[in-house]
């Protein structure tokens, strides 16, 4: 008995030595990557009103990114189950390299069909990212998969704030380069996006899926795999719902934030590099709310439980719409706002990711993983999809009414259909 004891102490403590190395890979590549996250989304508002010529096209960029995301989610799932974590999130992070490139390539050309099409590649690094978080649950330890899961989405702080916040460095060398002023943040962006390529193809040895129950089911993943195994847990689907409503109000507020803020400064003429660094800021903020207090957000997650962060983050929301309602053109009280919806954001991605990772069975959780990534992405398609003209018809406060709605609404589910532990 003691020999075994003995055999098993190593066994654990070496398990436990790889899974930290793969959290420290898997948190340099989100710091990378990150740098196309906010970019994408917040710069690319800007592109799409000025090619597509009306502003009511703000939110197709955010549309064609989230659509990426939502039709990649399933095909890298299945990727992992196939032939592992570290070749999937390799190929994903490649088609967003190319995506990048192809913004700033739409940029200079002047082709609004190649904005949405590099967008949608671009989404491809979402999902790629979105995966990453579940990846750092593959041998996390029971009890503690909140805390690494956020420990891999707090990496992307860095980069992600960054991101925007590089659009008026980015738009000084692009305006050196001849380029348009507003592709320039995504020439870092490629950059990023390469080499957390290179770092998770090199680095995620041995893969974290291989050898666990996961990847020994013989199905590949579906969606009706997805929905059985949601159906079978009880308040996984209330999860999935509270991540993809979540993320519908964030992209729909931020997005049309810049074109917002851009009225409020400068009118609607174009951007030029000092507001796109204003706006950048002000995004940068709201990015850090995303991301800079997740391990804060995990830790509370695993001790105050998943239905009472859920109801936190509607709350957040909630006190997020009704600053931006109440004082629309107060750049500083926006400032404020849009970092709590990034801290709604968080709360809200984090704890519906936790019930997904804790409360499917292993056999069945990357199945419901792909549909949870995919029902976050088709979030964001309807934000992009309706935000624009929220903004057009009823302004930037009815934008924000719409969210305060939606927060409510998930109140009650959450109340009603949410099991208290």
Avoid at 161 to 173: C, D, F, I, R, Y
Avoid at 224 to 240: D, N, T
Avoid at 350 to 377: C, F
Wanted: glycine share 14%.
């Amino acid at each position: 008995m003691s020999n075994e004891t003995s055999a098993v102490a190593p066994a654990g403590a070496q398990r436990a030595g790889v899974h930290r190395r793969h959290l420290v890979v898997l948190s340099a590549a989100q710091i990378l990557s990150g740098l196309g996250n906010g970019a994408g989304l917040a710069l690319g508002a800007l592109l799409a009103a000025e090619l597509g010529g009306s502003e009511s096209l703000g939110g197709t960029v955010s549309v064609a990114i989230s659509l990426g995301g939502m039709l990649a989610a399933l095909p890298l799932a299945r990727a992992a189950v196939a032939a592992g974590r570290r070749p999937a999130l390799s190929v994903g992070y490649l088609i967003a390299f190319f995506g990048a490139v192809g913004m700033i390539c739409a940029a200079a050309l002047g082709s609004y069909p190649l904005l949405l099409l590099s967008g949608a590649a671009m989404g491809v690094g979402s999902a790629t990212n979105l995966q990453a978080r579940f990846a750092a649950t593959d041998g996390a330890a029971p009890g503690r998969r909140a805390r690494d899961l956020s420990l891999v989405v707090w990496a992307l702080t860095i980069g992600a704030v960054l991101g925007p916040s590089l659009a008026g460095p980015g738009a000084s060398l692009a305006d050196r380069l001849s380029l348009p002023t507003n592709s320039g943040a995504f020439l870092f962006s490629a950059a990023g996006l390469a080499l957390a390529c290179l770092m998770i193809f090199a680095g995620l040895r041995p893969d974290p899926l291989k050898g666990t129950a996961a990847a020994a089911v013989a199905r590949k993943p579906s969606l009706g795999q997805g929905l059985a195994a949601l159906r079978g847990a009880a308040g996984a689907g209330i999860g999935v719902l509270a991540v993809s409503a979540g993320h519908a109000c964030m992209v729909a507020v931020m997005s049309m934030t810049t074109i917002h803020l851009q009225h409020v400064h400068h009118g609607t003429g174009e951007a030029s590099p000092d507001v796109l660094a204003l706006i950048g800021l002000t995004l940068s903020g709201h990015i850090g709310g995303m991301y800079a207090l997740s391990p804060l957000v995990g830790w509370c997650v695993d001790r105050w439980g998943h239905r009472a962060s859920l109801l936190a983050a509607q709350g957040l929301f909630a006190a997020s719409a009704v600053l931006c309602i109440a004082a629309p053109l107060n750049h500083p009280l926006v400032s404020v706002a849009l970092f709590v919806l990034g801290l709604a954001w968080s709360f809200s991605s984090i704890t519906g990711s936790a019930v997904v990772a804790e409360r499917v069975p292993e056999e069945n959780r990357v199945a419901a993983q792909g549909l949870t990534d995919s029902a976050m992405s088709a979030g964001g398609v309807l934000a992009g999809l309706g935000s624009g003209a929220l903004l057009q018809f009823l302004g930037y406060q009815g934008l924000n009414a719409a969210s305060l709605a939606v927060a409510v609404l998930m109140t009650v589910l959450i109340l009603v259909r949410m099991p208290r532990r």
